[in-house]
């Protein structure tokens, strides 16, 4: 049996972007969705979903039809992730539908999905890391020297400040990310706020940054002549 509701899947869609904008909709692990995920959020399904089922009433799309979506977005050569993507708002809209009852059942489980073959990864060994790295324009060092030797996210490089960098203790406090529209960001999970260790390699590139920023002891460690982070290209 399915719950009774007269909304659509365009209004339900709506709602639960605003919803999750204003922090009132929160990921499963009970955290604010972060602009970026959100932002991808709407443009899923004003570009891939809504032109399909967008005039569906909430509670009749079923199961056959979004299974025919993915078929679609298949034969139009997009990637797995790309598809899969374009799924995962729908879950989340159909998951908290299903648990305020306004419908009966859930259309996006069990669903065939493309499977998404993962890349090997390429690591480099510590000489061929330093080689890179003295490849690069002198003032570019030591921001990929971070990203390489610490793993940070690119929004996280952005938000990096000088007074979170202990060059006593040898650590890099990880507090804040950057998103591009909302600015200032908590990170992404609980986790996401950590300590990394400082290593010698990455300490000196750091201090040799710090000499040549002469910036501020609360400034942004990869900040641009304005005093904003410096604005980096999408990975």
Do not use: C
């Amino acid at each position: 049996m399915r719950a009774s509701t007269a909304a659509t899947l365009r209004e339900a869609a709506e709602e639960w972007l605003g919803a999750a904008e204003a922090g009132i909709i929160r990921t499963r692990s009970g955290d604010p969705y972060k602009p970026s995920a959100l932002r991808s959020y709407r443009h899923a399904l004003h570009s891939k979903v809504l032109p399909h089922l967008g005039s569906e009433r909430l509670s009749a799309v079923s199961s056959n039809q979004i299974q025919d979506l993915v078929d679609r977005l298949v034969a139009q050569g997009l990637a797995p992730s790309t598809v899969r993507n374009s799924i995962l708002p729908l879950r989340a809209i159909y998951r908290r539908a299903l648990h305020r009852n306004d419908v009966g059942l859930n259309p996006t489980l069990k669903l065939s999905l493309p499977a998404v073959r993962g890349r090997r990864d390429q690591i480099a060994d510590p000489g061929h890391a330093a080689a890179l790295i003295r490849a690069l324009p002198e003032a570019e060092q030591a921001l990929w020297a971070t990203a390489l030797y610490t793993g940070l996210r690119r929004g996280e490089l952005q938000a990096l400040t000088w007074n979170e960098i202990d060059l006593e203790r040898n650590l890099i406090h990880v507090n804040h990310s950057w998103d591009k529209r909302a600015g200032l960001i908590s990170p992404k999970s609980r986790s996401g706020k950590r300590r990394i260790p400082l290593i010698p390699t990455l300490r000196h590139h750091l201090i040799a940054q710090r000499i040549r920023q002469g910036a501020p002891a609360d400034g942004y460690v990869f900040g641009n002549s304005n005093g904003r982070p410096l604005t980096l290209a999408p990975s």
